[in-house]
């Protein structure tokens, strides 16, 4: 175990929180589970679904660990050529034509062994390549026209793909960029008009899917229909089945919860091992259980501010605060909705809900961030190792003054 924990670099409590929410998953994913085999019946045992969930988990974790002990500066390198490879994800995604009543359901690429979705993928590569494109404006004069094909192009195109099938994952990488361009000193005076002209496009997209239904699939209905029901909630209705049951969750837990795998509602609510994990967590471990995973989220994003504040360059702070205010924002909204603080979204709880490309790719921003937090380790080391040197040699020093000075007494 201490050489396990010997060959892990970076931020030890950013190291333990990631390893305690995962432990954690198991035990409401499982619980979960038995909705989807005794409730809906999909011919699978609980247990198979904890192998799955264990060996999601165990291959991201392991990215994670691959990813932590490079050198973060290469990554902007791997951006430049990984932007056009999600885009190309993306598209083919998009024009697969899966459609599930009538309503837009690209989210997933089927590669025949795997099911991947792409926009998880997109949203990493997108965050980092905002990122290098800041760093590299720092240097030179800035051009505005020049920026909109060098960094909004890419943007637009990403979020033009994911747009349609994924709302809520669309509005959250549009809010980051923004974010991040800000701190990265992207002039404040463009961003209003950036964020104007995305609810514009939001909205021309929105009254052509709603003036000519049938010319592309697409979730606009659905996206209606859910802030509909989120601002006229005591309406009943099938519609509100999910939510009501997620309520009746949370209320029925009280202070300690039901216990482990006590849950009544996980038999009622179809994504109780996803997007509504977190109503499940509180049934059975009650306020107290929902608000430590809570305090758990909100200290990463604590380690987080930390991390990005002594991280050695502009680019591995700009890579934290994105990658770590994503992270952060996806736990949250996830939480929010299930407790009707927000409408639903399908936005899952990042190393809790049960998941194969979401989990996979949140660990491997979480390995890009311990990687800037392991190079300021790095450079700490070297410097106190400089300042070891100089203290050694300059008590040498003393010490050969001192004998010479002995020898000129004596002589």
Known sequence: MKKLVANLYGDKHIWTVIFLLALFSFVPVYSASTNLVYTIGTGKSTFSYLLKHFVYLSISLFSMYLVHKMDYTKFRKYIIYGMPVAIILLFVTMFQGRTIGGANANRWLDLYFVQIQPSAIAAIVLIGYVAQYLVSIQSKPFVFKQSLYELWLPVVAVLALILPSNFSTAAIIFAMVLGLAFIGRYPWKYLFG??????????????????????????????????DRYASADKAGKDLYQVDNAKIAIASGGLFGKGPGKSIQKNFLPQSSSDFIYAIIVEEYGIVGGLSILFLYLYLFFRFLIAAHKAPSMFGKLLVMGLGIYFISQALINMGVAVSLLPTTGQ???????????????????????????????????????????????????????????QELVG
């Open 348 to 406: 899952t709880l990042p190393l809790i809900s049960s998941g194969g490309t979401s989990v996979w790719m949140t660990c491997i921003s979480l390995g890009v961030i311990l990687s800037v937090t392991k190079k300021e380790e790095e450079l700490r080391a070297q410097e106190l190792e400089r300042k070891e040197e100089e203290d050694r040699l300059q008590a040498e020093l003393k010490r050969q003054l001192e004998i010479r000075s002995e």
């Open 194 to 227: 950036i964020l104007m002209g995305g609810i514009v496009m939001v909205g021309m997209f929105v009254l052509l899917a709603k003036a000519f239904p049938g010319a592309m699939p697409n979730r606009v209905d659905t996206w209606i229909s859910r802030i």
